[in-house]
């Protein structure tokens, strides 16, 4: 049943690529996008984390990496002679995502968007007795113009809380 879903999806997919090509601009720029999360207390002990993603000249791009992750949202038991429970769950994108649309201006490029860091660092198990996860989470909306080809800082991050450094750097090149 999975494989007649998947078959008709795709044939579907197949189907509106030709109407998809129509709407494009013809010779509209494509971009090679990089964006350079660099992490770290010290020079010598930061970690690079570089993500490429090809973005086409005022169209949306967005990049998703990581994966859902549940948590509860709400708990019931029914009393009256069942002790039939019934939890929901809502699941969280934890990870890295990546939104941008991009506008050439001149020789260089106007870049909007944002970016999206977040991990769980543990769980809470309040008095209810359900585990919750704790996220870390970095957010950062983007409106910058950065010159083609040259590394652009667009954050830079001290949390005084947690010691924390972050880093955020995007290189954009013109891919055709």
Known sequence: MLARHVLLAAVAWTALLPLHAQNLKEGSPIYKV????RDGNEAGATTDRRYTLLAMESRRTVFKAGSKNPAVTETTQQQAGNAVASTQFTYL??????????????????????LDLSN?????????GVRNPVIRQTKLSVDAVVELGKPTVLASIDDPLTSRKLQVEATITKAN
């Open 34 to 37: 990089e964006i350079n999360f």
């Open 93 to 114: 994108d934890v990870g890295v995502n990546i939104d941008c649309l991009l506008q050439a201006v001149g020789a260089k490029v106007a870049m909007q968007g944002s």
């Open 120 to 128: 769980i660092t543990g769980e809470t198990t309040p008095v209810t």
